[in-house]
């Protein structure tokens, strides 16, 4: 049985661990008590202004883009912590396995930013190790990497899930 000083050093290590890197477990947890707001039908409200919805199909970053422009909207932008967990718990609603799906930022000339307004990622929770531009082509940014919540750098070409974001 642990002592009361390990039972505290390890509530202590729990309280400070990135916010935004789950495992199955700890994201079943954290939705089981989230509340998602519906807009319209298969959407989420992000915040005040906008909603989320998931392309059902996998693609490159540009058909993402692409995508969601049909809906008058745009591949997803975060920016709080706030957005990202809500954004974590609609991806977790619609597809209960881990799945990474893009978000709405590319590397720019100094460093990634987002497509709609061109400003820097500044606190993005990169994954560990992350981002390495491996192989150098990894210009485009999906989210849940090697578990929930974390940012990777990655192929524009390569295929991943969409959640467009919707003025609403």
């Known amino acids: 049985m642990p002592s009361a000083v390990t039972t505290i050093l390890l509530m202590g290590a729990l309280m400070v661990a990135p916010a935004y890197s789950w495992t199955f477990a700890e994201v079943a947890a954290h939705c089981a008590t989230t509340e998602l707001q519906p807009c319209d039908a298969g959407e989420y409200r992000l915040n005040d202004d906008s909603c989320v919805k998931f392309l059902t199909s996998q693609m490159t970053f540009k058909e993402a883009q692409e995508g969601c422009q049909l809906d008058d909207g745009a591949v997803v932008k975060l920016t709080s912590l706030d957005e990202h967990k809500k954004l974590v718990c609609m991806m977790f609603a619609a597809f ?8 709405g930022a590319k590397r720019g000339p ?19 190790g992350q981002p390495d531009n491996f192989n150098g082509n990894e210009n485009c940014v999906w989210m849940n990497s090697g578990s929930w919540g974390p940012f990777n750098d990655g192929p524009c070409s390569e295929l991943s899930a969409v959640p467009c974001q919707i003025a609403k």
């Open 110 to 128: 100094d460093a990634f930013e987002w497509i709609n307004g061109g400003e820097p990622l500044e606190t993005a929770p990169w994954r560990e």
């Open 96 to 103: 209960p396995f881990r799945l990474h799906y893009w978000i």
